[in-house]
């Protein structure tokens, strides 16, 4: 069975501060897909990284850091020095080959300034 | 390239009424899907189209709902009678081909049932 946990459903900070948003997945297979999505308030889905299962390789881009860890089948989504322009949804998903993108629950991140 | 356009961007409709909500995938894109954010809870998916052909719709809730795809191309997902329960936020993605993983997802609609 394939499965995406976030832990945590709701998350605040004040601006400046760092965040980690948690994402646990189970699966069998060996060859997927993991994915972190953002929902603005505006309500669209914002792609955000795209991690295959062969790539270990930790990501950053700007503010935001992906971590992966296959031997505890997590890939956690960390925002250094939050801004409340950051204040949103964030969805961690899963896709397996011949299935569809199965998303956790989401996590509201909630930055005030 | 155009992204994923869905259309209306909201609706507000009241029990009972029909409601029909469209997808515009990217040209080309031969694979189109449709998942549903009902309030609070996670996105789920609902169906899956390769061309004009059902390919899986073990996600749709009931027979209140209908999705077509005529021609391959664009989609609408036509929800009748509407209950209040089917409010929430439907999401259109799509992607190139069969074994591709990644997805474009449109704005969505808003649909709100009162």
């Known amino acids: 069975a394939q499965k995406v946990t976030q832990a945590q459903t709701e998350i605040s900070v004040v601006e400046k501060e760092d965040v980690t948003l948690d994402c646990v997945y189970e699966t069998r297979d060996t060859t997927y897909y993991l994915f972190w999505y953002k929902q603005p308030p505006s309500g669209e889905l914002v792609f955000l990284i795209r991690r295959n299962s062969f790539d270990e390789q930790n990501e950053i881009s700007g503010r935001y850091s992906w971590n992966f860890q296959k031997s505890t089948s997590s890939f956690n989504f960390t925002i250094t020095a939050s801004q409340v322009v950051d204040s949103a949804v964030y969805f961690c998903?899963?896709?397996?080959?011949?299935?569809?993108?199965?998303f956790g629950k989401g996590t509201t991140l909630s930055v005030s300034s | 390239e155009a992204g994923v356009t869905q259309f209306p961007s909201h609706s507000v409709i009241e029990k009972g009424q029909t409601v029909t909500l469209r997808c515009d995938p990217i040209s080309g894109h031969d694979n189109l899907y449709w998942y549903r954010r009902v309030m609070g809870k996670e996105i789920k998916f609902l169906l899956h189209?390769?061309?004009?052909?059902?390919?899986?719709e073990s996600g749709m809730p009931n027979n209140r709902f209908l999705a077509e795809r005529t021609g391959g191309t664009y989609s609408t997902l036509k929800v009748q009678p509407a209950e209040l329960e089917d409010s929430g936020v439907y999401f259109c993605a799509s992607s190139p081909r069969q074994g591709y993983y990644g997805y474009t997802f449109g704005s969505g609609t808003r649909l709100t049932v009162v």
């Open positions: 189209f390769v061309k004009e052909s059902k390919q899986d």
């Open positions: 998903a899963l896709r397996q080959a011949g299935t569809a993108l199965i």
